[in-house]
């Protein structure tokens, strides 16, 4: 998966050679098969934590979205991704914080609703925590007063 050790100066690159990837199942299939791929990912996630990385790479794991993965082993590929992407939140808190504070770009905006959406379709074991976190309906009130079209209609 990765030849090099993840650092701070190439998660970046990690990430955008993912998204690069012109068939996200099997790049998303690579990751899961290999032996450190879900927490190379995570690692590369979450390295930098900041508005102007969700911005841009952060949010270019728009990847994920492509309708293929959501049918493959019925769901549980791109749910294990999601689920190690934000287990434990420490990504998804800064992100969700971004996004209150109004320091994202629609494109991770869209990203912020589409990563809540696939949080919220989990197990409901797995999904309780975001569908009855206090911020929810902060989320879904922006989201859905949005005047985007894509991301009014992810809310």
């Not at 299939?29 to 979450?46: E, F, H, N, P, Y």
């Not at 969700?96 to 629609?106: P, Y």
Request: charge should be neutral; charged fraction near 15%; glycine fraction near 4%.
């Amino acid at each position: 998966m990765l030849k090099n050790e993840l650092t701070l100066h190439n998660a970046g690159h990690f990430l955008e050679a993912i998204c690069a990837q012109p068939d996200p199942a099997a790049c998303v299939d690579k990751i899961i098969a290999s032996k450190s791929g879900l927490l190379t990912l995570q690692q590369a996630v979450r390295c930098k934590l900041s508005p102007q990385v969700f911005n841009g790479q952060a949010s270019d794991l728009t990847f994920l979205q492509a309708p293929d993965l959501q049918i493959i082993h019925g769901g549980t590929y791109l749910n294990d991704v999601v689920t190690k992407i934000i287990q434990p939140p420490i990504f998804w808190d800064v992100f969700r914080a971004a996004f209150l504070n109004q320091h994202l770009t629609e494109k991770a905006q869209l990203s912020l609703g589409w990563l809540l959406l696939q949080l919220c379709c989990l197990s409901t074991d797995a999904s309780i925590q975001y569908r009855h976190h206090p911020d929810m309906s902060i989320i879904l009130n922006s989201l859905s007063s949005s005047a985007s079209l894509p991301i009014k209609s992810i809310a």
